[in-house]
């Protein structure tokens, strides 16, 4: 039986696309858009970085069984931008699972990604199924306010729906100005937040924050939750109106940053000392969100001198307050 493991050809996308349905899809179980055999093609057609090579694709005696797409996600590192990849739509056709086909995919997929310069790579999964392929898990925090506001912060703020036309030019213009200084996030071009970030559907849940009719930051609108947002000023008046938007209830958001801890103490209206006392009360709760794992590729040129493999970067990134985004809707 030969084997080949290469990059996906233009020609072959729909087919690769029909590998991916089959190995996600099961009968009752599968996210709708998991059903659409489309759906993988069309996401990677609203991604501006996609190239078909960028998919490391098996093949037993010419068939198309195996398949890691290695997406491009140049990353923000404190000011420094680093050619960083995400692994997605791993794959196998049900037919050929238990050889360990994905293994060598990905082990081909890192060398890959070795040749292309990236630094290091990240993946959305469990460290029990990529643990051994050398991926570690990371976590960014989140902070759960349950607090009382004074009438003033955020007052003057309001929201919209995020258009994908009018507002990509100001829209990365806020996300470069707020992620620039962070670690983790990934860098957006216009054309990414048009095309990827925006355009996934009739509603993307962005909302763009305007104050005197000027864009002053953005946020990503869940359940009494945040999951992501973005200000270029008075962070505590930006940290106040989210909380007002879900009255009442312990509202989520998505990184514990000093900067967002400090914006959250200045707004706060904690409980008097005997109130206090007679009920104790948790305002802050820090847990854990967007759960990803890390693996470490190279750095022939040093940039990064303070680690040189996965539990060094692991490391790094936790001392600098990583921070990362939930992933883009496909």
Not at 128 to 138: E, K, N, P, T, V
Not at 200 to 215: N, T
Not at 299 to 316: A, C, K, S
């Amino acid at each position: 039986m030969s084997m080949e493991i290469r990059g996906l050809t233009e020609a072959e996308l729909e087919a690769h696309s029909e590998l991916v349905f089959r190995s996600y899809w099961v009968e009752g179980r599968s996210a709708q858009a998991v059903g659409d055999r489309l759906w993988w093609l069309r996401a990677c057609r609203r991604d501006p970085y996609y190239r078909p090579e960028q998919s490391r694709v098996l093949f037993l005696d010419g068939r198309m069984v195996s398949s890691v797409t290695c997406f491009a996600r140049p990353s923000y590192v404190a000011g420094r931008t680093v050619n960083a990849m995400c692994i997605g739509s791993v794959c196998t056709h049900p037919d050929y699972r238990g050889r360990g086909l994905a293994r060598q995919t990905l082990a081909e997929a890192a060398e890959w990604m070795v040749s292309q310069g990236a630094l290091w790579s990240f993946l959305y999964g469990l460290e029990a199924i990529y643990g051994g392929s050398g991926w570690r898990h990371l976590a960014s925090w989140a902070v759960t306010a349950d607090v009382r506001l004074p009438e003033d912060p955020g007052q003057g703020i309001t929201a919209r729906p995020a258009d994908p036309d009018m507002d990509a030019p100001g829209l990365t213009a806020v996300h470069e100005r707020f992620n620039r200084g962070l670690v983790g996030p990934t860098q957006r071009t216009e054309e990414f937040w048009r095309r990827r970030v925006l355009g996934a559907g009739s509603d993307s849940g962005y909302r763009v924050l305007e104050r005197d009719g000027r864009a002053i930051g953005y946020y990503r609108a869940g359940d009494a939750a945040v999951g992501e947002m973005a200000w270029t000023e008075t962070p505590e008046d930006v940290v106040a109106f989210l909380l007002r938007q879900w009255p009442g209830r312990p509202v989520s958001l998505p990184l514990a940053t000093p900067e967002v801890l400090d914006a959250l103490r200045a707004v706060a209206v904690l409980p008097a000392r005997d109130d206090f006392r007679e009920t104790p009360h948790s305002a802050l709760t820090l847990h854990e969100t967007s759960c990803g794992l890390w693996r470490y590729l190279q750095d022939p040129e040093g940039q990064f001198p303070e680690f040189h493999d996965t539990e060094g970067l692991i490391r790094f990134l936790r001392r600098h307050h990583y921070v990362m985004w939930p992933p883009d809707k496909a």
